[in-house]
């Protein structure tokens, strides 16, 4: 089973940036599609971006399309989330997970435990 953790979450004030990590162990990166989720408080859990296995191709959420970057490094099993032009409303824990493809309703195989981002003045 493939594990992933998260790393890169911090403070950062409106407009500001942040790059998420996302460390995948135990199987080959490439045989995944990679998705990251977040979850406010009191709000249920969101797909934020998902970049496929094979082709690269990537997806994104509306609120975030513009503003955030997802790429994956197949050679060191790590895919990135770039945040950029953030705002209070993309405080959340962030999680990414190992998935069998793009579309919502693609099995998730494993979550990693998350990591905070707070967009706070």
């Known amino acids: 089973q493939v594990q992933l953790v998260e790393s890169g979450g911090g403070l950062v004030q409106p407009g500001g940036s942040l790059k998420l990590s996302c460390a995948v162990s135990?199987?080959?990166?490439?045989?995944?599609?990679i998705r990251w989720f977040r979850q406010a408080p009191g709000k249920e859990r969101e797909g934020v971006s998902c970049?496929?296995?094979?082709?690269?191709?990537?997806d994104y959420a509306g609120s975030v399309k513009g503003r955030f970057t997802i790429s994956r490094d197949n050679a060191n099993n790590t895919v990135y989330l770039q945040m950029n032009s953030l705002k209070p409303e993309d405080t959340a824990v962030y999680y990414c997970?190992?998935?069998?493809?793009?579309?919502?309703?693609?099995?998730?195989?494993?979550w990693g435990q998350g990591t905070q981002v707070t967009v706070s003045s």
């Open positions: 997970a190992a998935s069998y493809g793009c579309s919502e309703s693609a099995d998730v195989d494993s």
């Open positions: 970049i496929g296995s094979s082709d690269g191709s990537t």
């Open positions: 135990g199987d080959t990166l490439n045989y995944y599609a």
